[in-house]
């Protein structure tokens, strides 16, 4: 039986009179987009038509999930707002801090050592609160969740920007920050501007060598990675319905990486068999007898340019694998263009590592259909010539393709089983000789590619696709070779094929797990002690953030002035820095360190006015700080693209920046800075970007009348006494300035706890 049933059915319930009223009120046929949304509405029943792109809404999410690098301080201010308990059911997975080096069972093992103290008080703090623990080793959060909690019609957040992973059973899964997560486990509304909505309509059927992924791989290609930006994806059509449920949960879980709210897809027989073979037939059972509140109405389907914002069409039949990349993971590229483009750009063609699974590409169909080109280097006597890794994505996985014999044809191709975490996808990767920082390519089948992700060498150029393409390249060790077209040489000399993927959809033999790896909260939570050591180096208990004055921002000192691509991997790193994020004290010594310098391009080296001396960004900001200087961040377009970390808010905001002023900025880090009282705010003139010089002082002329509409007037005083006043605009509404004005969202929520 399904996890949370009763609630499930409590949706179902609702969704009927709800959705009904809100095509009442809307006045035309419904997406599923717009089912899903105004059943969730905080105030229950619908009562009028919101506008897209505009009205913020109330929401009331039916759960929340957090992985345990950002569940740490999402807890830690969770611990803040004076609740006994979750309000509505939440889930921590343990999967970021296990590095990927050895072997599972060595790199598992290492892990609970290393993170042991972490561990200990995310177990501790869900026992308290009524929240679900998953384990280290259990599996990667949006994989687990998608095997566990998600269902059709339903809303979630999470504390990761793939928890859109979610989408492939018919959810509207959103990835926040910590602090969007404690709005909700306290028991408040989650606000959210109404999305806009991008139909893609896919015709014909996937076959041969092309998988999801590619679908993915192609709308990046078309709306780049701010091209969704403010707007839920919904696919339909033929080719969406043939698609199996987890190719589906690839699709959406990509869509991060087009800057989307979330993407999703209406309930069909494909989600019936997963959820019946993941021990869920109750929730298949109950979505069966509203299925069609679970996909949107047939008139938006057969005439979707009526109904949706942006309509994209693909034909499946016509579609070729792709592989995105170097560096940005919209730089979309078919295989039979790949040598082309490769010998062009100077791309190293000898591949050195090919890595499958993660929490985009880690489900069984997946693995069967890697395990078919695998299987080829035995039986067509090949021999690999990269090297190459599996991560599952699941416990429930990884103990079915061992049962099922997949496991054991990698060994015999050479391969490394690492745990089932994140791994090298968000750089938990100790990759031997990365340190030396060579020039040299990979390719994997994960979702983001931005410089230094994977093994924090700035020259490796990762390259993504799907886990059968993936394990083909490796086997050839050639970034040009095109296995639809191309052939390579066995052992004996002899020219050989290799044959298209094939595998089944889901397990013949059902799932299996020893253990799942989960663990129940307490019954009664109010007698359990959460401590946390003063001397630990990986853990501090949070202080509020001060209130606004009341006054100007003045003599502020520019900190940075952000080159470029500036994502939050650039604002607050992973990797080794995982081991700090439940330490802000700590953790904000990466603040800002992957950041080019507009003025020297150079990372982490930037002036301190008080000095004239270059230092690291941290250390300068410290110095402000230290002095009672206010400091202002100044970026570029689709800053904070990536990560739902809000580390990369909070960071700023405990080293003393009070505004960040960008020409454009990602929805999750946007909405991360507003929470913690940072001013996030957009240049009115893309072009004053160029008036701003290295040895500025910024002074606010406006403040104190900030309101909602209303732009703010920035004094930039230069070196030479000279001069520029620039306008900037903000998205702040009442709620939102009143977080500014309170010094943070969490300040609020804690203060009506007291209450």
Same mark, same amino acid.
């Given at each position: 039986?399904?996890?949370?049933?009763?609630?499930?059915?409590?949706?179902?319930?609702?969704?009927?009179?709800?959705?009904?009223?809100?095509?009442?009120?809307?006045?035309?046929?419904?997406?599923?987009?717009?089912?899903?949304?105004?059943?969730?509405?905080?105030?229950? $029943?619908?009562?009028?038509?919101?506008?897209?792109?505009?009205?913020?809404?109330?929401?009331?999410? /039916?759960?929340?999930?957090?992985?345990?690098?950002?569940?740490?301080?999402?807890?830690?201010?969770?611990? =803040?707002?004076?609740?006994?308990?979750?309000?509505?059911?939440?889930?921590?997975?343990?999967?970021?801090?296990?590095?990927?080096?050895?072997?599972?069972?060595?790199?598992?093992?290492?892990?609970?050592? *290393?993170?042991?103290?972490?561990?200990?008080?995310?177990?501790?703090?869900?026992?308290?609160?009524?929240?679900?623990?998953?384990?280290?080793?259990?599996?990667?959060?949006?994989?687990?969740?998608?095997?566990?909690?998600?269902?059709?019609?339903?809303?979630?957040?999470?504390?990761?920007?793939?928890?859109?992973?979610?989408?492939?059973?018919?959810?509207?899964?959103?990835?926040?920050?910590?602090?969007?997560?404690?709005?909700?486990?306290?028991? $408040?509304?989650?606000?959210?501007?109404?999305?806009?909505?991008?139909?893609?309509?896919?015709?014909?059927?996937?076959?041969?060598?092309?998988?999801?992924?590619?679908?993915?791989?192609?709308?990046?290609?078309?709306?780049?990675?701010?091209?969704?930006?403010?707007?839920?994806?919904?696919?339909?059509?033929?080719?969406?319905?043939?698609?199996?449920?987890?190719?589906?949960?690839? @699709?959406?879980?990509?869509?991060? %990486?087009?800057?989307?709210?979330?993407?999703?897809?209406?309930?069909?027989?494909?989600?019936? !068999?997963?959820? !019946?073979?993941?021990?869920?037939?109750?929730?298949?059972?109950?979505?069966?007898?509203?299925?069609?509140?679970?996909?949107?109405?047939?008139?938006?389907?057969?005439?979707?340019?009526?109904?949706?914002?942006?309509?994209?069409?693909?034909?499946?039949?016509?579609? %070729?694998?792709?592989?995105?990349?170097?560096?940005?993971? /919209?730089?979309?590229?078919?295989?039979?263009?790949?040598?082309?483009?490769?010998?062009?750009?100077?791309?190293?063609?000898?591949?050195?590592?090919?890595?499958?699974?993660?929490?985009?590409?880690?489900?069984?169909?997946?693995?069967? !259909?890697?395990?078919?080109?695998?299987?080829?280097?035995?039986?067509?006597?090949?021999? @690999?010539?990269?090297?190459?890794?599996?991560?599952?994505?699941?416990?429930?996985?990884?103990?079915?393709?061992?049962?099922?014999?997949?496991?054991?044809?990698?060994?015999?191709?050479?391969?490394?089983?690492?745990?089932?975490?994140?791994?090298?996808?968000?750089? $938990?990767?100790?990759?031997?000789?990365?340190?030396?920082?060579?020039?040299?390519?990979?390719?994997?089948?994960? +979702?983001?590619?931005?410089?230094?992700?994977? /093994?924090?060498?700035? &020259?490796?150029?990762?390259?993504?696709?799907?886990?059968?393409?993936?394990?083909?390249?490796?086997?050839?060790?050639?970034?040009?070779?095109?296995?639809?077209?191309?052939?390579?040489?066995?052992? &004996?000399?002899?020219?050989?094929?290799?044959?298209?993927?094939?595998?089944?959809?889901?397990?013949?033999?059902?799932?299996?797990?020893?253990?799942?790896?989960?663990?129940?909260?307490?019954?009664?939570?109010?007698?359990?002690?959460?401590?946390?050591?003063?001397?630990?180096?990986?853990? *501090?208990?949070?202080?509020?953030?001060?209130?606004?004055?009341?006054?100007?921002?003045?003599?502020?000192?520019?900190?940075?002035?952000?080159?470029?691509?500036?994502?939050?991997? =650039?604002?607050?790193?992973?990797?080794?820095?995982?081991?700090?994020?439940?330490?802000?004290?700590?953790?904000?010594? &990466?603040?800002?360190?992957?950041?080019?310098?507009?003025?020297?391009?150079?990372?982490?080296?930037?002036?301190?006015?008080?000095?004239?001396?270059?230092?690291?960004?941290?250390?300068?900001?410290?110095?402000?700080?230290?002095?009672?200087?206010?400091?202002?961040?100044?970026?570029? =377009?689709?800053?904070?693209?990536?990560?739902?970390?809000?580390?990369?808010?909070? %960071?700023?905001?405990?080293?003393?920046?009070?505004?960040?002023?960008?020409?454009?900025?990602?929805?999750?880090?946007?909405?991360?800075?507003?929470?913690?009282?940072?001013?996030?705010?957009?240049?009115?003139?893309?072009?004053?970007?160029?008036?701003?010089?290295?040895?500025?002082?910024?002074?606010?002329?406006?403040?104190?009348?900030?309101?909602?509409?209303?732009?703010?007037?920035? %004094?930039?005083? =230069?070196?030479?006494?000279?001069?520029?006043?620039?306008?900037?605009?903000?998205?702040?509404?009442?709620?939102?300035?009143?977080?500014?004005?309170?010094?943070?969202?969490? +300040?609020?929520?804690?203060?009506?706890?007291?209450?």
């Amino acid at each position: 039986m399904a996890f949370d049933i009763e609630m499930i059915k409590k949706v179902y319930d609702n969704m009927a009179t709800r959705v009904d009223k809100a095509r009442e009120i809307v006045g035309h046929p419904l997406t599923l987009t717009e089912k899903i949304l105004y059943n969730h509405l905080w105030d229950g $029943m619908p009562s009028k038509a919101f506008i897209r792109g505009a009205d913020y809404v109330d929401f009331a999410p /039916d759960r929340v999930a957090c992985q345990d690098a950002t569940a740490q301080m999402a807890l830690l201010q969770f611990m =803040h707002a004076g609740k006994s308990k979750v309000a509505v059911p939440t889930t921590v997975h343990c999967d970021h801090l296990i590095q990927a080096k050895v072997n599972a069972v060595t790199d598992l093992a290492r892990a609970k050592t *290393q993170s042991n103290e972490v561990f200990e008080f995310l177990s501790s703090v869900s026992d308290k609160y009524g929240i679900g623990f998953w384990k280290p080793g259990a599996g990667i959060i949006h994989q687990v969740v998608l095997e566990n909690y998600a269902f059709p019609g339903g809303m979630m957040i999470g504390t990761d920007s793939h928890t859109v992973n979610a989408g492939g059973l018919g959810m509207v899964a959103i990835g926040v920050g910590g602090a969007d997560a404690v709005d909700v486990m306290s028991g $408040m509304a989650w606000e959210l501007k109404f999305p806009k909505l991008i139909g893609v309509k896919l015709t014909g059927k996937l076959s041969g060598w092309t998988a999801p992924k590619d679908v993915i791989l192609k709308v990046a290609g078309i709306l780049t990675v701010k091209g969704g930006t403010g707007a839920i994806v919904e696919y339909f059509g033929e080719g969406a319905t043939a698609m199996s449920c987890t190719g589906k949960g690839t @699709i959406c879980n990509m869509g991060a %990486e087009i800057g989307a709210t979330t993407s999703t897809f209406g309930y069909d027989a494909s989600m019936s !068999r997963y959820l !019946r073979s993941t021990d869920r037939a109750d929730v298949a059972d109950a979505a069966d007898k509203i299925a069609p509140y679970l996909t949107g109405d047939a008139a938006v389907y057969a005439n979707p340019e009526l109904y949706f914002d942006q309509v994209i069409e693909i034909n499946l039949d016509e579609l %070729e694998p792709h592989l995105n990349g170097p560096f940005t993971p /919209d730089l979309a590229t078919p295989i039979s263009k790949m040598k082309e483009e490769a010998i062009k750009n100077n791309w190293p063609l000898k591949i050195e590592v090919g890595l499958i699974g993660s929490c985009t590409n880690s489900s069984y169909e997946d693995i069967a !259909r890697a395990a078919s080109i695998a299987k080829q280097v035995t039986d067509k006597n090949l021999k @690999i010539k990269s090297e190459f890794t599996i991560t599952p994505g699941s416990e429930l996985v990884r103990y079915t393709i061992e049962r099922d014999g997949f496991i054991d044809i990698f060994d015999k191709m050479g391969a490394t089983v690492f745990a089932n975490a994140c791994g090298p996808c968000i750089g $938990m990767w100790d990759r031997e000789g990365a340190e030396k920082e060579e020039r040299n390519t990979i390719v994997h089948s994960f +979702n983001r590619n931005f410089s230094k992700r994977a /093994d924090g060498n700035p &020259n490796t150029l990762a390259f993504v696709g799907s886990p059968e393409l993936v394990t083909a390249l490796a086997i050839a060790g050639d970034l040009s070779f095109n296995p639809l077209t191309d052939t390579l040489i066995n052992e &004996n000399g002899e020219e050989v094929k290799l044959e298209a993927p094939t595998g089944d959809e889901l397990p013949p033999k059902g799932f299996a797990a020893e253990d799942s790896g989960f663990q129940a909260p307490a019954e009664d939570g109010s007698g359990i002690v959460v401590s946390v050591s003063e001397t630990s180096e990986r853990l *501090q208990l949070l202080a509020p953030f001060s209130p606004w004055d009341g006054k100007n921002i003045t003599g502020a000192k520019l900190l940075i002035k952000a080159f470029g691509k500036c994502t939050t991997d =650039h604002i607050s790193m992973a990797g080794p820095w995982l081991r700090f994020r439940g330490h802000l004290d700590n953790i904000s010594n &990466n603040m800002l360190i992957g950041a080019i310098n507009a003025f020297n391009q150079k990372p982490n080296k930037v002036k301190n006015q008080l000095t004239g001396i270059y230092d690291a960004v941290p250390a300068v900001a410290r110095a402000y700080k230290a002095a009672g200087v206010p400091s202002i961040v100044v970026g570029d =377009h689709n800053y904070g693209e990536g990560s739902s970390r809000e580390h990369a808010a909070m %960071e700023p905001r405990f080293l003393g920046v009070k505004a960040v002023l960008v020409k454009s900025f990602a929805r999750i880090h946007e909405t991360n800075l507003k929470k913690q009282g940072l001013l996030g705010l957009t240049f009115a003139t893309e072009a004053d970007y160029d008036k701003i010089q290295e040895d500025d002082t910024i002074n606010f002329t406006d403040l104190v009348d900030f309101a909602v509409g209303k732009p703010l007037t920035l %004094e930039f005083v =230069h070196a030479d006494g000279t001069k520029d006043i620039i306008l900037a605009n903000h998205t702040y509404n009442e709620g939102q300035i009143g977080w500014f004005v309170a010094g943070s969202a969490l +300040n609020l929520i804690a203060a009506a706890g007291k209450i």
